[in-house]
């Protein structure tokens, strides 16, 4: 099974939005409503910011947003604050009832 | 609430199995519907889901690892365990033990992350 498909990298100024992408296949990304997303700071472990494509944990910042169309997955970030810097990283639920995550893409805060 | 942490040996040999426990604290391994992960990032890459128990003792793990991955739960200690065996350099990396919920679908909480260097 191959990673998921994230950019390696984004950028975008403090009070901007931005939108990551996470491309995977019919048999991950697209074949369920079960893509998560997770922040990730330096040295410190991944931190769930979306579940289910688009559900919010309690706690995280509805600046915060999660869509899927297709085998493509987005996590959009509104309102880009410095402390939004970070890695992102996917992951999805897969017919072979693994899982599987993206190779990451480093958020720059410009 | 949940914590996980994981301990285990820093530094493995090359070809020897690497073996790594997670403990939970703040609630018990064998209540509710999760299961209890292993997920591993080499310096500088992405995270590589590793594999996952059930209480039950089910498991299911990543392809890639299949045949040199062992994950076993001990539900008295409320802990559980991962060993990798026939190490090389490539398996070098921080490992994480996570909680895992199949639906809704995710990790969550993660334990701090632990280094395993594996050299000679």
């Known amino acids: 099974q191959s990673a998921l498909t994230q950019p390696a990298s984004v950028s975008g100024s403090p009070g901007q939005s931005i939108t990551l992408s996470c491309s995977g296949t019919s048999s991950d990304v697209g074949g369920y409503n079960y893509v998560s997303w997770y922040q990730q700071h330096p040295g410190k472990a991944p931190k769930l910011m979306i579940y289910?494509?688009?559900n919010r944990p309690s706690g995280v910042s509805n600046r915060f947003s999660g869509s899927k169309s297709g085998n493509t997955a987005s996590l959009t970030i509104s309102g880009l604050q410095a402390e939004d810097e970070a890695d992102y990283y996917c992951s999805s639920f897969t017919t072979s009832s693994t899982q599987l995550f993206g190779g990451g893409t480093k958020l720059t805060v410009l | 609430q949940v914590q996980l942490q994981e301990s285990g040996p820093g530094l493995v040999k090359p070809s020897q199995t690497l073996s790594l426990t997670c403990t939970v604290s703040?609630?018990?391994?064998?209540?509710?519907?999760?299961?209890w992960s292993w997920i591993r990032q080499p310096a500088g890459k992405g995270l590589e889901w590793i594999g996952r128990?059930?209480?039950?003792?089910?498991?299911i793990y990543n392809p890639s690892l299949k045949s040199r991955v062992t994950i076993s739960v001990d539900t008295s200690k409320n802990q559980f365990s991962l060993k990798l065996s026939s190490v090389t350099a490539a398996d070098t990396a921080v490992y994480y033990c996570a909680r895992y919920s199949s639906s809704p679908n995710w990790f969550g909480p993660w334990g701090q992350g632990t280094l395993v260097t594996v050299s000679s």
């Open positions: 289910d494509v688009s």
């Open positions: 703040g609630g018990s391994i064998s209540s509710g519907t999760y299961y």
């Open positions: 128990i059930y209480i039950s003792g089910r498991t």
